[in-house]
């Protein structure tokens, strides 16, 4: 597999090594980081070629008036446990807690952080979900805890370890500086434009948006307008961003064109669907069986691509 189309998802974790070693080639491309200068002092790490490209896109952009830079770039094992622990806290304390502390919410789960960071990665390998209700318990509690179903609402918008696309080096979040100095709130309606000049451009930069509007039954994400991954090169950039896959369906689609039975499987409307649990998950892949349509994306790519390979 091309290292640049890697997919790291809930169901296909790199594990804590893989991810040390990344760490380490990506400081030696940064030489220990990069600095970014103005208003906001950020030191951020990443592929040197990612973000070379970034870069240049970033200049690209600069001419159209836009001061873009790039944050949340490589993010280690433990700086995702302790992301996770942080916004399983405030989640928990959002849906259970006492309402009285509820204001303060955000000074107790620093507390807590404060107290307790060191041992984050301990936990997360023993019992998360049993450590996580010992803490709450003392914080107070107003009913019965089921941290299993806040989980869920946490994961949509942050990865367990493992399973963040920041592991990679080659994703980051994007931030806007406007003519005062201020960051952006991209999602504000009147930033809407200029995060559309950055998705249009991206691509010709090996860069696509990693979490799409209406495609989180293939990423398992939320909308994130402000997080890009590079692909590799510009030509997979289109390919994926033109056709509207994510990529996830991208998997999906050259695993079916890679396969003669499955391939004729799809012609005939008989896919084995089977074959997307390891890519997306059993809910997921329920989800679709149920309402096939929704691989509507991955149909026209995959026609596409043979008639395009016809007509050569
Ligand atoms: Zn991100």
């Known amino acids: 597999m091309d290292k640049y189309l890697i997919l790291i998802n809930k169901y296909n974790l790199l594990d804590e090594d893989t991810i040390n070693k990344i760490y380490d080639g990506v400081i030696e491309a940064n030489e220990g980081g990069i600095e970014y200068d103005g208003s906001l002092h950020r030191s951020e790490k990443l592929n040197g070629e990612v973000l070379s490209n970034f870069n240049q896109l970033r200049d690209e952009l ?47 789960e620093r507390l807590i952080a404060h107290l307790c960071i060191d041992d984050y990665p ?18 107070g509690r107003t009913t019965e805890y089921d941290l299993e179903n806040v989980r869920k609402k946490v994961e949509i918008e942050a990865a367990p370890p493992g399973a963040s696309e920041h592991h990679l080096g080659m994703t980051f979040d994007i931030g806007l500086i406007d003519e005062n100095g201020k960051n952006c709130d991209l999602t504000k309606p009147q930033y809407l434009k200029a995060a559309h000049d950055f998705i249009n451009l991206a691509p010709d930069y090996g860069f696509i948006l990693r979490y799409p509007n209406g495609k989180n039954v293939f990423t398992g994400c939320k909308e994130e307008i402000w997080h890009y991954r590079y692909v590799g090169n510009p030509e997979i950039a289109h390919d994926i961003m033109d056709n509207g896959l994510t990529l996830e369906e991208y998997h999906i ?10 391939f004729e499987q799809l012609e005939n409307g008989n896919l084995n669907y089977d074959i997307l649990i390891p890519i997306i998950g059993e809910d997921a892949t329920k989800m679709i069986k149920q309402n096939p349509d929704l691989l509507n994306d991955v149909r026209n790519y995959i026609k596409l691509k043979y008639e395009n390979s016809k007509t050569r």
């Open 253 to 262: 689609a050259h695993t079916i064109m890679n396969n003669q039975e499955l």
């Open 122 to 139: 301990n936990w997360y390998k023993g019992n998360p979900i049993k450590k996580l209700e010992g803490i709450l318990s003392v914080i």
């Open 62 to 108: 600069s001419k159209k008036g836009y001061n873009f830079f790039a944050e949340s770039g490589f993010r280690g094992y433990n700086d995702q446990i302790n992301l996770w622990f942080s916004r399983m806290i405030i989640a928990s304390i959002d849906e259970y807690g006492h309402p009285l502390i509820k204001p303060a919410k955000y000074l107790v």
